[in-house]
């Protein structure tokens, strides 16, 4: 029978315990918060000129929430979480590279 990691005398593997349960509650209400702040951003007229810029950070926020925790990438090794993130980055820089090309970002005519 092996000690689980808060026994006293388990093995140190240098990486974080898992989340409680009231750590994914919490994080559920956060998710429920921004998307609540995402719809209302939509119906605020004075936020126009920043509305995709804004949109697109509260759902990288967002993203980045579900990933560390619901896919417990938070607990993976250094390697993994790069193997993931790189790409993802990259994938990101070239969307909004295009869409400012594209002028994506104009949402109503000026």
Known sequence: MTASPSEPGAPDTGRPA????????TIAIILTVVTALEFAVLYIRALT????????????GKFVLVVLFFMHLRYDKPLLTTLFAAPLLIAVIIVVAMMTLSDAFLIFER
């Open 49 to 60: 000129p920043i509305l995709v810029p804004l949109l697109l950070v509260m759902s990288g």
């Open 18 to 25: 898992h989340a409680s349960v009231w750590t994914y509650v």
